[in-house]
C-alpha cells in the first residue's frame, strides 16, 4: 500500500477524502487491482463518495465534445443512476456495493478500446479509452490538436435506475444539470421554430 500511495502522491489513506486523490485514483495509468482499490477507500465514507463522483462525473461531462449528445445524454443518466444507487445502498447498509460500482466505472472508463478517436490534421485512427478521449479534448480547446471521438462502443456500460431514492432537493439540482442546450432541439443563440424566427413572433399568430 506505501507504494501505491507513492504513485498516487498521497501521504496516507485520509488523504483519499479529497477529490484531488479521487482523481488521481481514476484517471491513474496503471491498473487498480479490486483489492487494492477496496484498500484505497476504506477510510471513505458512503456519502463522501456519492459527492466526489458526482463532481467528478460533472466535470468529465463538461469536457465531452459538442457533437456527442448521445454520450453526454448517457453519462448524465449514469449520474443520476449512481447518485441514486449509494442512497439505497447506504439504506441497505451495503457498503462494499458501493465501491464494487466504483470500480465498475473505473474499469469501464479506463477501457484503452472503448472509444474511436480521428486525429483530423492527417486522418489517423486510434482507440483511446474514455479518460484519454477527454483528455485530448481538453487539449484541443486549448488549441493543441483537432480530434473527432466516436463513442458509440463506450456505452456498454449497465446500469439501473434508482430514482425512488433520489430525494426532491437532489431531484431539482440533477435536473437543472441536465438541462444542457446541446440537449435541446432550439439553438441557444438563434431560436427557430418550424423555420419561423422567435424574435419576430411569427410562431404566435
Do not use: H
Not at 448521445?70 to 441514486?84: C, Q, T
Not at 447506504?90 to 466504483?102: A, C, Q, S
Not at 439540482?173 to 419576430?200: F, H, Q
Amino acid at each position: 500500500m506505501e507504494n501505491w500511495l507513492k504513485k498516487l502522491e498521497m501521504d496516507s489513506l485520509a488523504d483519499m477524502n479529497y477529490l484531488d486523490a479521487f482523481c488521481a485514483v481514476m484517471e491513474l495509468d496503471d491498473p487498480v487491482p479490486e483489492d487494492v482499490f477496496f484498500r484505497l477507500f476504506s477510510e471513505v465514507t458512503e456519502e463522501e463518495i456519492r459527492e466526489m463522483m458526482d463532481q467528478y462525473l460533472e466535470e468529465i461531462m463538461s469536457g465531452i465534445s459538442d457533437d456527442c449528445i448521445e454520450f453526454y445524454s448517457y453519462l448524465s443518466s449514469y449520474r443520476r443512476s449512481f447518485k441514486g444507487l449509494v442512497n439505497y445502498l447506504i439504506r441497505e447498509e451495503r457498503r462494499d456495493r458501493v465501491v464494487g460500482e466504483l470500480f465498475r466505472f473505473r474499469e469501464w472508463y479506463r477501457d484503452p478500446e472503448s472509444v474511436l478517436c480521428t486525429d483530423l490534421k492527417d486522418e489517423r485512427e486510434f482507440a483511446a479509452s474514455i479518460c484519454e478521449s477527454l483528455i485530448l479534448g481538453r487539449m484541443e480547446k486549448l488549441a493543441e490538436g483537432n480530434y473527432r471521438f466516436d463513442y458509440s462502443g463506450a456505452m456498454g456500460l449497465d446500469f439501473d435506475e434508482y430514482e425512488e431514492y433520489i430525494d426532491d432537493e437532489e431531484e431539482d439540482y440533477l435536473d437543472m444539470e441536465d438541462d444542457d442546450p446541446r440537449l435541446t432541439l432550439i439553438d441557444p443563440e438563434n431560436p427557430v421554430i418550424d423555420g419561423e424566427d422567435y424574435e419576430k413572433g411569427e410562431y404566435l399568430q
